[in-house]
């Protein structure tokens, strides 16, 4: 099976713009987590999606949002950027089979914001 | 709160062991999971524990004490290769989903 697939893999905005990340999970995956890391905070949880709906949202302002497809495909946007929202955006996948719904990780996009 | 602690780095040779100490303090508890990633890639998955113990496999274990709210990630015969960031996460029981809770990491350095 492929892997998780974000897209694209770095991206460069300016303070105030809009970016719309997208991740694409393993096939048959149903569950989306998006999660941010920074060097200062490590990783943090964004925010995950199941079967089209938000499950559960970490500790984030309102610009950061993000939906699912029916195929399971996700996106997350982040408006009005800001300086502190540079970071490697990371996507992960669970079929949420077995005990331990282990994730899996894509390889992030890295967003540099100036 | 939530909080999850572990040593920034640590640094060992090839050969020896080296024990990652976690220690959490979260909403609930429903499973703890170590995760390797490796400078400029996606972390990946190591270990899972939810019961009381150790989960050995290969030259990696984990344990668990969920009264002390402590874990430890052993690698053993250590190689260069092992250099990278190791993360603990818990999954926090007040919550639905897979959403994780993580450490830091803890960045190990191998020399030879």
């Known amino acids: 099976k492929a892997g998780v697939t974000q897209t694209p893999r770095y991206l460069i905005k300016t303070r105030g713009q809009q970016v719309t990340l997208s991740c694409s999970p393993i096939?048959?995956?149903?569950?989306v987590s998006w999660y941010q890391q920074t060097p200062g905070q490590g990783l943090q949880f964004l925010f995950e999606y199941f079967s089209e709906t938000q499950r559960n949202k970490g500790n984030f302002p309102g610009r950061f949002s993000g939906r699912q497809f029916s195929n399971s495909r996700s996106e997350m946007n982040v408006s009005t950027l800001e300086l502190g929202d540079s970071a490697l955006y990371l996507c992960?996948?669970?079929?949420?089979?077995?005990?331990?719904?282990?994730?899996?990780f894509g390889p992030g996009t890295r967003l540099t914001v100036t | 709160g939530q909080n999850i602690d572990q040593p920034t780095e640590m640094t060992a040779t090839e050969g020896a062991i080296v024990q990652i100490n976690c220690t959490y303090q979260?909403?609930?508890?429903?499973?703890l999971f170590w995760y390797q990633q490796h400078a400029g890639e996606a972390p990946t998955f190591l270990s899972y524990?939810?019961?009381?113990g150790l989960e050995e496999k290969g030259r990696f274990s984990s344990f668990l004490s969920r009264s002390k709210g402590y874990s430890y990630l052993l690698l053993k015969e250590l190689q260069m290769k092992d250099s990278a960031s190791y993360l603990c996460a818990v999954r926090p029981s007040n919550q639905a989903g897979t959403a994780l809770i993580f450490g830091k990491g803890t960045t190990l350095s191998v020399s030879s």
């Open positions: 096939s048959g995956h149903r569950s």
């Open positions: 524990n939810v019961l009381d």
């Open positions: 992960a996948s669970s079929d949420q089979a077995g005990r331990s719904y282990e994730q899996y």
């Open positions: 979260t909403s609930g508890f429903n499973g």
